[in-house]
């Protein structure tokens, strides 16, 4: 099993373009989650979804849009990138019931 | 506001001796707690996870202990090895499929 997959691990981006940070996970998890981590700072949720079509905010959610068309992506959206979403950005899974999350490598973002 | 503190930004260790890594909450509706280790350019994994229904949980070398009353917990690592060196991250939950609210990370160096 591969567990949670994030493409790309490393992306440099100007203001004022746009992304997508990719997730997968194969475990059939319903819960999928979207976490920034800054320098020094513990983990911020941005987005999360309970199921397939259900997206809610977290605590940071500016800036930022998801989607949850199949259990298994839950994709980021950076519509417009500001120096301060230059982070590491982390997806996270959870099986129903449980409440252990399973982590994806994470996604390092340089907004110049 | 931080609902979840860890107030040692890092600790030092030798090889053998025992490490306890300290966390603080302040939202008494928190029942679930768990513990993450991250190594660099990784995700977290999960280490272990301590209801509020219980003071204390043991798994191998890991021992995480809970005091509701003073809204403390800690990590106990015997013996500790230079394989533990790692930013430790505790987190908690308010219901068993909450989402997870981070402390800013303790890390921890294990010296042989």
């Known amino acids: 099993n591969a567990g949670v997959t994030q493409t790309p691990k490393f992306r440099i981006l100007k203001i004022g373009q746009s992304m997508t940070l990719q997730c997968t996970q194969d475990m059939n998890h319903n819960y999928m989650y979207w976490y920034r981590q800054d320098p020094g700072m513990g983990l911020k949720l941005i987005y999360y979804?309970?199921?397939?079509?259900?997206?809610d905010k977290g605590e940071v959610p500016n800036g930022y849009n998801v989607s949850r068309s199949t259990t298994e992506d839950f994709p980021l959206r950076l519509e417009l990138a500001a120096p301060s979403q230059t982070s590491v950005y982390f997806c996270?899974?959870?099986?129903?019931?449980?409440?252990?999350?399973?982590f994806g490598q994470g996604t390092r973002l340089t907004v110049v | 506001d931080q609902q979840v503190k860890q107030n040692s930004p890092s600790l030092s260790v030798q090889e053998g001796r025992i490490s306890i890594l300290n966390c603080d909450y302040t939202n008494s509706m928190f029942d679930y707690f768990l513990w993450y280790k991250k190594y660099p350019a990784e995700g977290p994994t999960f280490l272990i996870s301590?209801?509020?229904?219980?003071d204390k949980n043991e798994d191998g070398r890991f021992t995480v202990f809970l005091n509701k009353s003073a809204k403390h917990l800690s990590l106990h690592i015997v013996p500790s090895q230079p394989g533990d060196s790692a930013v430790y991250f505790c987190?908690?939950?308010?219901?068993?499929?909450?989402?997870?609210?981070f402390g800013k990370g303790t890390k921890l160096s294990v010296k042989p």
């Open positions: 996270a899974s959870v099986r129903t019931g449980y409440t252990e999350a399973f």
């Open positions: 979804s309970v199921g397939a079509g259900i997206t």
């Open positions: 301590i209801s509020s229904i219980k």
């Open positions: 987190a908690a939950t308010r219901g068993s499929q909450g989402n997870l609210i």
